[in-house]
């Protein structure tokens, strides 16, 4: 009798304290967010957007990102295999030796154009809030599997109600999201082909494939 009274009080403090927590973001006017994907940005050329899926909803957030740090992301997003860890994938490795947690990853407001981000960081001593690019504070995030919020308010000024055609846009067979490659070295995409080929997917290796040639027919135009 007396372990069932235990197991229910413990049921019930879990459940408390999930609720406090989404009382307390309710509190602060946020919202929980996921990345949707990366597309090429249709505002600053050369660059890309990462659009970010309000949860619940069909309402994305567009992120202009440059090419390195829409290349961690996929890279990540896309269980790819490099030959030598970018410098997220070093982040995620110290954090780990450290004992270091990833608590969440805060997008705090949007001013001229500009997103400004928050990270907690916690061990079992203390808790520490950073200062971060957002860009790093995604790549970071999707390493670590590390819960996203927005503020709502940030929400109200950049967010936009998804259709069909952005449904195909987003999508992971897009042309957008596949161009990612041009953001990748000859030795990246070798060790993506070679992943392909022995998982049998041979459609993605064709195409990394021509991606590698017309890389090395540009570097000796170059060279020449």
């Given at each position: 009798m007396m372990l069932l009274v235990i197991y229910a009080m413990a049921v019930v403090l879990s459940q408390v304290e999930k609720l406090t927590k989404m009382f307390e973001s309710e509190k602060i006017g946020r919202v929980k967010a996921s990345v949707y994907g990366i597309t090429y940005s249709q505002i600053d050329h050369g660059a890309y957007a990462l659009l970010l899926s309000v949860d619940g909803t069909s309402r994305r957030i567009p992120i202009v990102i440059g090419p390195s740090a829409a290349q961690s992301i996929a890279v990540r997003l896309k269980r790819y295999s490099?030959?030598?860890p970018l410098i997220h994938d070093t982040y995620k490795i110290t954090c780990e030796a450290f004992g270091i947690e990833v608590k969440e990853v805060f997008i705090t407001k949007f001013v001229d154009g500009v997103f400004y981000s928050q990270m907690t960081l916690c061990d079992e001593e203390r808790e520490v809030v950073l200062d971060i690019r957002t860009s790093d504070a995604i790549?970071?995030?999707?390493r670590m599997d590390s819960p996203i919020f927005i503020s709502r308010e940030v929400v109200d000024k950049t967010s936009f109600e998804a259709d069909e055609e952005d449904e195909v846009m987003t999508d992971g067979k897009s042309e957008g999201d596949t161009k990612l490659y041009d953001a990748?070295?000859?030795e990246e995409l070798e060790?993506?082909?070679?992943?392909f080929v022995e998982n049998e997917e041979y459609e993605k290796a064709s195409e990394v494939k021509q991606y590698i040639t017309e890389k090395r027919m540009s570097n000796n135009n170059i060279t020449e």
């Amino acid at each position: 009798m007396m372990l069932l009274v235990i197991y229910a009080m413990a049921v019930v403090l879990s459940q408390v304290e999930k609720l406090t927590k989404m009382f307390e973001s309710e509190k602060i006017g946020r919202v929980k967010a996921s990345v949707y994907g990366i597309t090429y940005s249709q505002i600053d050329h050369g660059a890309y957007a990462l659009l970010l899926s309000v949860d619940g909803t069909s309402r994305r957030i567009p992120i202009v990102i440059g090419p390195s740090a829409a290349q961690s992301i996929a890279v990540r997003l896309k269980r790819y295999s490099l030959p030598r860890p970018l410098i997220h994938d070093t982040y995620k490795i110290t954090c780990e030796a450290f004992g270091i947690e990833v608590k969440e990853v805060f997008i705090t407001k949007f001013v001229d154009g500009v997103f400004y981000s928050q990270m907690t960081l916690c061990d079992e001593e203390r808790e520490v809030v950073l200062d971060i690019r957002t860009s790093d504070a995604i790549s970071i995030a999707v390493r670590m599997d590390s819960p996203i919020f927005i503020s709502r308010e940030v929400v109200d000024k950049t967010s936009f109600e998804a259709d069909e055609e952005d449904e195909v846009m987003t999508d992971g067979k897009s042309e957008g999201d596949t161009k990612l490659y041009d953001a990748m070295s000859v030795e990246e995409l070798e060790q993506c082909l070679n992943r392909f080929v022995e998982n049998e997917e041979y459609e993605k290796a064709s195409e990394v494939k021509q991606y590698i040639t017309e890389k090395r027919m540009s570097n000796n135009n170059i060279t020449e």
